[in-house]
């Protein structure tokens, strides 16, 4: 059933306002209060050379070219392709450029149907020049459409690398989901021979499985994001956009706690060797928890609906967000007497 354009501005805003509501969080679940750093009374280390700061390989066979990021912390993809959606990519591209840190922009599904839609990106670059975008596709659009049209998603947000999101869950508690997974493996396979962009594969708060992530190997994916369960849950946002007396409301009930935690999904990636990058998600919500995930062998680690709440307030809030998780993360590398990320990934941690 294709969806009219009003019914897709309505669906996402749905999507934002159902995702800011506390029901929608499986709070607690993100497995992040089992882990604890271990206290170093006596670091040998000033405060002011703790360095939180780390890179992007873009991983170019010719130039080996790397970015420099201010810290590990990136914003999760949320939104693209509507009306409200178009301020808080603004706001949090603005935030990207001024502070060199990574952003994924939401779905560019409506991208493929309208390339009228790719305009946003175009007011965005002009306030956000040297925002370090992340392009965003679902793995249901990617099976069905000709590889072109998602090159241009590339083009169109001049991306450093594409997000391509694996959501089961979300799509099948969606009235107008996307439910024909098959060929998934191939149609990742080939994007990455010709994005000419690193590609970073996501969940949306269901986490990762052993088994996924090594099937995930050997097909030259730059990175799995784990966003695991624990925060934000896309069965409950679907679940709730239904009436209660409705079967896809009652269904999402059931499945209210599914998916794998952020930590299990993470240890799980140590489980599994994988050779590409880890990258965290799912219910982080301060820079502590960013130190945990980089102590379990994350390289970088997203957020998304705390940078919901502040890009609706603007720029100063935003400000704030991000002064406090780094701040948070260069505290915790000081206590545990780490000079960077690197030093803090060859830390002992309390399980
Ligand atoms: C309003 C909103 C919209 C989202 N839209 C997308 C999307 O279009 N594509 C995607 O890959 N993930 C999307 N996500 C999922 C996030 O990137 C992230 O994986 C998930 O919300 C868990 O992070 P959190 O617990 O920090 O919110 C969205 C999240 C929010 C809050």
Not at 27 to 41: F, K, P, R, T, V
Request: net charge negative.
């Amino acid at each position: 059933m294709e969806e009219s354009n009003s019914q897709f501005e309505q669906r996402k805003r749905d999507h934002i306002k159902i995702a800011l509501d506390p029901r929608s969080q499986t709070e607690g679940q993100n497995g992040l209060d089992s882990i604890e750093l271990i206290h170093e009374a006596l670091p040998n280390l000033d405060f002011k050379e703790v360095d939180i700061s780390t890179s992007f390989f873009l991983k170019d066979p010719v130039t080996k070219d790397s970015i420099s990021l201010s810290s590990p912390i990136f914003i999760s993809s949320m939104t693209a392709g509507h009306e409200q959606g178009r301020e808080i990519n603004e706001a949090l591209a603005r935030l990207s450029d001024r502070r060199q840190i990574l952003m994924g922009v939401g779905s560019q599904r409506r991208e493929l149907e309208d390339s009228n839609a790719a305009e946003e990106w175009n007011r965005v670059r002009r306030q956000a020049p040297k925002a370090l975008l992340l392009g965003n596709i679902g793995i249901a659009q990617l099976i069905k459409s000709p590889i072109d049209k998602v090159q241009r998603l590339i083009e169109s947000t001049e991306a450093i690398a594409l997000f391509v999101h694996v959501n089961p869950l979300q799509e099948a508690l969606q009235p107008e989901g996307t439910r024909d997974f098959r060929h998934g493996i191939e149609a990742l396979e080939n994007l990455v021979k010709i994005a000419g962009v690193p590609i970073v594969v996501k969940e949306v708060g269901c986490g990762f499985s052993v088994e996924t992530l090594k099937r995930l190997e050997n097909i030259g994916i730059y990175a799995v994001d784990v966003a695991g369960k624990g925060g934000t849950h896309w069965g409950r946002v679907e679940g709730y956009r239904s009436q209660e007396n409705d079967l896809l409301y009652k269904v999402a009930q059931t499945f209210a706690n599914w998916g794998i935690s952020t930590v299990q999904s993470v240890l799980n990636a140590k489980e599994a060797r994988v050779s590409y990058e880890i990258w965290a998600s799912g219910g982080v919500r301060n820079g502590l928890e960013v130190a945990k995930l980089c102590a379990l062998g994350a390289t970088k680690v997203g957020l998304a609906k705390p940078f919901l709440e502040a890009a609706l307030k603007g720029d100063e809030a935003l400000e704030e967000l991000i002064n406090k998780l780094e701040t948070e993360l260069k505290i915790a590398l000081f206590c545990t007497g780490s000079k960077n990320l690197k030093d803090l990934q060859t830390k002992r941690v309390i399980r």
